[in-house]
């Protein structure tokens, strides 16, 4: 009987308990992963701190981490807009590079000509080294974020060409026999066969260019002076102020590590869709 007179009611099933419980294991596993990501990252800062206090580091080398904190805290209107154009700049590369290195595939697939002279183009512009080629570059197209750009749709490109000239030639057993037998033109070999086989290699090319891209944006700014995070690094470690340039350091690292994140998601999504 309750306190006002009514009489209790009793969850006979234990609904309650079985829910708590669920939520209760919810959060631990979320937690251990999140102990599970982050203890890497905590374990490097706590080493760079040990070594600035016990190295007795000259903070013009190596401030502590704690002053880089407060420089990002202090200024994230700042970081904040360097970073957006610089994610904008590897974002669009990264577009770019990945359609070029897509459609040059499907031309190699299409013509045994195309196979050696675009194979040779592609081998040739991305063994040269990113850091000579920038000058270049910026000789023809300006020192403007266009050349930023170029620079990471260049690196995008040949992994992407690579991997899926890969992925569309590895078919399975007997499936292009069949199509032939039943008539089935090239067009529809290609749109009903070899592109989704060489889906999974698309993704993959996805992920390890997504950091890549970004990076190569970084160094064409910083080579360029084209602003973003690039030049405000070039920029403050010029100018001798260090927590600066270690927090736009700091912020490339997350940011690449971020953008590697995102296309694994999309990679994890991608397989589960095309296999």
Same mark, same amino acid.
């Given at each position: ?23 209760? @294991? ?26 600035? $206090? ?20 202090? @200024? ?9 154009? $610089? ?32 194979? $040779? ?38 992994? $992407? ?83 600066? @340039? ?30």
């Amino acid at each position: 009987m309750s306190t006002n007179g009514a009489p209790a009611v009793n969850d006979p099933s234990g609904r309650t308990g079985v829910v708590g419980g669920s939520r209760l @294991a919810t959060v631990r596993s979320l937690a251990r992963r999140f102990v599970v990501a982050i203890w890497p990252y905590a374990l490097v800062i706590a080493a760079w701190q040990a070594w600035v $206090t016990l190295g007795g580091v000259h903070r013009l080398v190596i401030p502590p981490p704690g002053s880089v904190a407060l420089d990002i805290w202090s @200024a994230p209107g700042e970081y904040w807009s360097y970073g957006w154009r $610089t994610v904008l700049e590897a974002g669009a590369g990264l577009a770019i590079g990945t359609a070029i290195g897509v459609a040059a595939a499907i031309a190699v697939w299409f013509s045994r000509v195309l196979r050696g002279l675009l194979t $040779t183009s592609m081998i040739l512009l991305y063994s040269a080294p990113i850091v000579a080629t920038i000058p270049i570059m910026a000789k023809v197209l300006g020192y403007t974020p266009t050349t930023v750009l170029a620079i990471a749709a260049i690196v995008s490109m040949f992994p $992407t060409f690579v991997l899926v000239n890969s992925g569309l030639l590895d078919l399975p057993a007997g499936s292009l026999d069949v199509f032939r037998s039943l008539g089935a033109p090239r067009k529809m070999q290609l749109l009903r066969l070899a592109l989704p086989a060489a889906m999974p290699n698309f993704l993959v090319a996805f992920r390890l260019n997504a950091a890549v891209a970004f990076i190569a944006a970084v160094i064409g700014e910083y080579l360029t002076g084209v602003r973003g995070l690039g030049w405000l690094f070039a920029l403050s470690f010029s100018r001798f102020n260090v927590d600066r @340039a270690w927090g736009a350091a700091m912020v490339i690292i997350a940011l690449s590590i971020l953008s590697y994140a995102a296309a694994s998601r999309v990679e994890e999504r991608g397989i589960e869709r095309w296999t």
